[in-house]
């Protein structure tokens, strides 16, 4: 299971994503903690799905940051009772449920 995922665009100096968040965005005090800089794209929401989409854009030398955030982010959304913490791959459709 996998929390992130990159998105296929093309830059010299930045990688793009799109993480699986809780609606009180613990990603963001997380990725900062981790010394990442941030810019923010747009965040995806759907009624019948409690968790949102983040899309986001990092320089490409805070990658290996951005997967060790990633893991803390996960870590800290099941510990705060979120057991059914998906994958970002059943968020948009592209894996079924297991």
């Known amino acids: 299971m996998s929390n992130y995922a990159l998105i296929d665009k093309k830059s010299l100096l930045f990688d793009y994503y799109l993480y699986a968040d809780v609606p009180d965005r613990y990603g963001e005090e997380i990725l900062m903690d981790h010394g990442i800089n941030i810019g923010f794209g747009k965040t995806l929401t759907h009624p019948d799905h409690k968790y949102i ?3 986001i854009k990092i320089l490409k030398k805070d990658c290996l940051k951005f997967d060790a955030a990633m893991e803390d ?3 800290k959304i099941l510990l705060t009772g979120h057991s059914d913490y998906p994958s970002v791959e059943y ?3 592209l894996k079924e449920a297991e």
């Open 53 to 55: 989409l983040v899309s």
């Open 73 to 75: 982010l996960e870590r």
């Open 91 to 93: 968020l948009l459709g």
